[in-house]
């Protein structure tokens, strides 16, 4: 009966005891939780072996089966209560584990928000870093219970952790652990990884302490990272072996990422009020610069010079010294400053000219070695480009090195671009001011009349008018030549002292313009001294007591006045102060009411009516060259005015001044034309290559080898060698030569050297341009390995360059660097000309080549220039024998010949010419058109007349009718 009362309470109590545990551990509330299948799985064995024990105890049971049966039953039964209890037992483990591991997250999140807590009360309020740190330090430690540790902070601007705080440590680890270079080292690997490291050894840290040994044998190195900032680590140190579980780090390395974020947010919060106390400071700095910049362009509507402005730039604290300077003709230019004339020394004038010539700001620093030897800046120059002419504004610092934030760096740029400007407009306004002057000047003396009678008279008075004119810091001298001395006659300053003037003739330029005729003028400060210097003491001491309170002089000029075809008389011009480009307008003013002045001495010497032409024009009588290089002047005066006229962009006021310019040189024209003309002549265009070469870079040297060339410094080497000349013109070879320059050295860099060599090889002439850095070979003979080539059989970029299509009309070949994107390398051949002639050269269809002989540059320049201005080729010679070598040469279209010409004339040069060539048109220019017989001309092969001074109409009206084919 018993055993019937147990088997039915077996499974009851199965049944319930599950459901207990079921219930009592909430199986299946908790998806975390492991072992609930188990569990369950176990319950229903048990539950299983529990009904078959109750059915073993039912009275029917044994007769249900086969006697083997019951066995099996029993073994069933068995196996299902066994696994049934282990499947529930691992169960159970399964899920206390489970609840186990929550309790230890539990305990840590705890102790997590008490160290978090602990250290937001020590760093709730704000303080330097430094403290900060210290005491979050001290809270990590506090609240994990540890001993020791550090906080390092990485430095990124140097690469190398500092040691920001330290706790627990000794002075000797400490000073193994203050310098920490970033490299191959446990804090750099964390950092780089972005991942807790762990270590027993001390050394393993690197820097200074891989080189001893401590007593620490765990250290935990966690990095201080933050979004993508890289801050720093935090490194626990203590003395137990495997102290640092990875609960441990669990636990700590949220804890760094709050210190890091507290890190980050304190120095933005410290970056935020630096930059907000900045802006305050730079608000009112702003608004002081803007005061003064206020100032600067306040003019109360008075015109703003460069003088004016620089003196306004003073304004800036920081500056003592300021200079508006440009760059003109690969010379230094002073638009004007803060004093008479800067002190510039020879070094820092080539350091300038090639700071402008790159168009960049740039500081100038002058340094001085001290008595212990270090170097220090004892002057500072910031220079600004002012616009893209080569302008700039120069600020010059005599305390020390010059400081600029960006914002004053970038207020100096506008006050620079406007000191361009301020550039721009006084030279407008100069050159506005000077040809009104010069139209009312020369209307005035037109208008004058000269009695020879009374010349001493009028040559003073006409002096004291040039001295008016001028105005400004002038000195005018006019000297008369008595017994073989010139004696001073007017000074426009202290003229008691003038009074014992008394030069020799040939004594300084005064005296050799009244020896030569030819008048002097001097525009470099060095020249103009040494002028100066060649008068004698005594009239040194006296020219000095007419400077007076100037300075010395930086322009010097003389101009012969002429009485009867010899000079009587010289006016002497001294300027003080004012630019090369001022003194400049100043002698051109001067040489043209100085060669009215001539001419209406002239006039007034000659009998009226002039005497009857001769028969033939080659014989002539040559009158005074004073009056044939007047007449010249005028021409090219006409002339330029009518190409500068066609421009459609001037004002109305300047066509204005331009027409009546050309109005009043066709006045003096009428005079001149009754007059005869005599030239000097002139020397002959030097076409040898060498000769060209030399003048053109030498002309242009800045100090040592450094030379202006295509108006950058360059470094020149010139290696020229003896070569027969080149059958080409002057002028058409220098135009080459700097189109070869302009090219070749506008990839030329401030380390390399340009050489130039000329040599000869099997009859033919070389020109090699190369470039190589210092301390390093130059490039070989071209000629050795270069492969030439006829222009047309150029490629590329280099095909459509100016020199390239001069080299066509000069029929040379062209070797090239073709494997360097910037060719190290120009070569140029041209065969050796023949004693018969010079090289043949192709001319293209359609094109159409003048060919102008005249011995006065000046005409020549004009006639290229009116000629160019049409669209037509310019050859140019000055004088016939030079004509007719480019005849033979070149056999141009038209040719175009001065009437009188030292040497042959432009007549028998006509006659020449016509038995070669009789198609070719000839156009013979004459000043002197009423004394000659024109029918005679033409009779001798003269196609057309044409008059000095000659418009720009009728020099194109003719050459339409050669091209059309009209002969007259």
């Known amino acids: 009966m018993l055993d019937r009362i147990i ?12 459901a207990f545990l079921y219930i009592r551990l909430k199986i299946g509330q908790n998806r975390d939780a492991g072992g609930s299948g188990l569990l369950v799985s176990g319950f229903i064995l048990v539950l299983f072996a529990s009904l078959i024990n109750l059915l073993q105890h039912l009275p029917g049971y044994p007769n249900w089966f086969l006697s083997n049966i019951y066995g099996i039953v029993n073994i069933a039964e068995f196996l299902s209560l066994l696994f049934g209890l282990l499947l529930a037992a691992s169960g159970l483990v399964i899920h206390f584990s489970f609840w186990g591991d929550r309790d230890t997250e539990v305990s840590n999140h705890l102790a997590k928000l008490k160290t978090l807590d602990f250290l937001q009360q020590e760093c709730r309020q704000p303080m330097p870093m430094n403290e900060l740190l210290e005491r979050m330090l001290r809270g990590m430690l506090t609240g994990l219970e540890e001993e020791s540790g550090a906080i390092f902070l990485l430095n990124q601007s140097q690469r190398q952790f500092i040691l920001s705080s330290a706790i627990g440590l000794s002075k000797e680890e400490i000073a193994l652990l203050e310098y920490y270079p970033y490299g191959r080292n446990l804090i750099s690997q964390a950092v780089e990884d972005e991942a807790p490291l762990l270590s027993h050894d001390f050394r393993s840290l690197g820097g200074k302490a891989q080189l001893a040994a401590s007593r620490f044998r765990s250290i935990l190195v966690l990095p201080l990272i933050t979004g993508r900032s890289r801050l720093g680590a935090v490194l626990f140190f203590s003395t137990e072996d495997r102290r640092y579980s990875r609960e441990f780090i669990n636990l700590t390395l949220p804890v760094a990422s709050w210190i890091a974020e507290k890190i980050e947010v304190t120095r933005l919060g410290r970056e935020l009020s630096k ?8 608000r009112s700095r702003t608004t002081e610069i803007l005061r003064q910049i206020d100032a600067l362009f306040k003019t109360d509507n008075e015109f703003l010079s460069p003088d004016r402005f620089a003196e306004k730039c003073l304004a800036f604290p920081q500056f003592s010294e300021v200079w508006l300077l440009g760059l003109a003709g690969g010379k230094l230019q002073i638009y004007g400053g803060t004093g008479a004339s800067p002190d510039f020394s020879e070094n820092f004038r080539a350091a300038l000219l090639t700071a402008l010539a790159r168009k960049k700001a740039v500081i100038l620093n002058q340094e001085a070695v001290d008595e212990s030897g270090k170097n220090y800046t004892i002057r500072s120059s910031l220079l600004l480009p002012a616009d893209d002419r080569g302008n700039a504004l120069l600020l010059r610092n005599e305390q020390g090195a010059t400081e600029l934030n960006e914002d004053e760096l970038r207020l100096l740029e506008a006050v620079a671009a406007v000191a361009g400007a301020v550039i721009a407009y006084d030279t407008a306004r100069r050159l506005s001011a000077s040809k009104g002057r010069d139209l009312d000047a020369v209307a005035a003396f037109l208008r004058r009349k000269m009695s020879l009678s009374e010349m001493v008279k009028e040559l003073k008075a006409s002096a004291e008018y040039i001295a008016e004119a001028l105005g400004g810091n002038i000195l005018v001298l ?3 030549l008595e017994n073989d001395r010139l004696k001073a006659l007017y000074s426009n300053r202290n003229g008691a002292a003038s009074e014992e003037l008394a030069l020799e003739l040939g004594e300084a330029s005064t005296g050799r313009v009244a020896v030569t005729g030819k008048p002097e003028f001097f525009i470099e400060p060095s020249a103009v001294s040494e002028n100066i210097a060649a008068y004698s003491e005594e009239n040194r001491i006296i020219l000095n007591r007419l400077f007076h309170e100037f300075a010395a002089p930086s322009f010097h000029a003389d101009y012969p006045i002429l009485s009867q075809g010899r000079p009587q008389f010289v006016l002497t011009l001294l300027s003080f102060g004012g630019s090369p480009a001022d003194n400049l307008e100043r002698h051109r003013f001067v040489s043209v009411l100085v060669g009215l002045l001539n001419l209406k001495i002239e006039i007034a010497s000659v009998s009226l009516p002039p005497p009857a032409p001769s028969p033939s024009p080659t014989v002539m009588a040559i009158p005074p060259a004073a009056a044939n290089e007047l007449n010249n002047d005028l021409a090219a005066i006409s002339g330029y005015c009518q190409i500068v006229r066609r421009d459609p962009n001037l004002t109305g006021e300047i066509q204005s001044a331009l027409d009546s310019m050309v109005s009043v040189t066709e006045k003096m024209s009428a005079l001149i034309n009754s007059l005869a003309s005599g ?11 060498n000769s060209l070469i030399r003048r053109s870079i030498t002309s242009k040297s800045i100090s040592g080898d450094l030379y202006m060339v295509a108006g950058r410094p360059t470094e020149v080497a010139l290696n020229l060698k003896e070569i027969p000349r080149l059958g080409i013109g002057e002028k058409e070879l220098q135009a ?11 990839n030329v860099t401030e380390d390399e050297i340009v050489s130039i060599n000329t040599y000869t090889q099997d009859r033919i002439i070389y020109f090699d341009i190369s470039r190589h850095r210092k301390n390093f070979p130059p490039v070989e003979p071209v000629a050795n390995f270069g492969r030439y080539l006829k222009p047309v059989g150029v490629e590329g970029d280099l095909k459509n360059r100016e020199f390239m299509r001069r080299l066509t009309d000069i029929s040379g070949e062209f070797a090239y660097d073709r494997f360097s994107r910037y060719p190290s390398y120009f070569s140029f051949r041209f065969p050796v000309p023949s004693a018969s002639g010079g090289l043949s050269t192709e001319r293209p269809a359609g094109e159409i080549t003048i060919l102008a002989i005249d011995d006065q540059v000046v005409i020549l320049e004009l006639l290229a220039a009116m000629c160019q201005s049409m669209g037509h080729k310019i050859l140019t010679a000055t004088s016939a024998e030079e004509g007719w070598r480019l005849f033979e040469e070149r056999r141009p279209d038209i040719i175009i010949a001065d009437l009188v010409m030292p040497g042959t004339s432009g007549l028998e040069l006509t006659g020449r010419l016509k038995k070669i060539a009789p198609e070719i048109p000839v ?19 003269v196609d057309f007349i044409l008059h000095k001074p000659f418009r720009l109409e009728q020099l194109s009206e003719l050459i339409s009718k050669v091209t059309a084919g009209f002969r007259p």
């Open 736 to 746: 080459f030569l700097d189109s070869v320059y302009s090219s070749f050295t506008e």
């Open 679 to 689: 030239k000097e002549s002139a020397p002959e265009s030097v076409t040898d290559l």
């Open 7 to 18: 088997a039915v309470a077996y499974p009851i109590l199965a049944i319930t005891l599950s």
């Open 275 to 282: 930059n907000a106390q900045e802006t305050v400071t730079l």
């Open 923 to 941: 156009i013979l220019i004459t000043g002197w058109g009423m004394a000659i017989d024109e029918a005679h001309l033409k009779a001798a092969g």
């Open 478 to 480: 006019l000297t008369a």
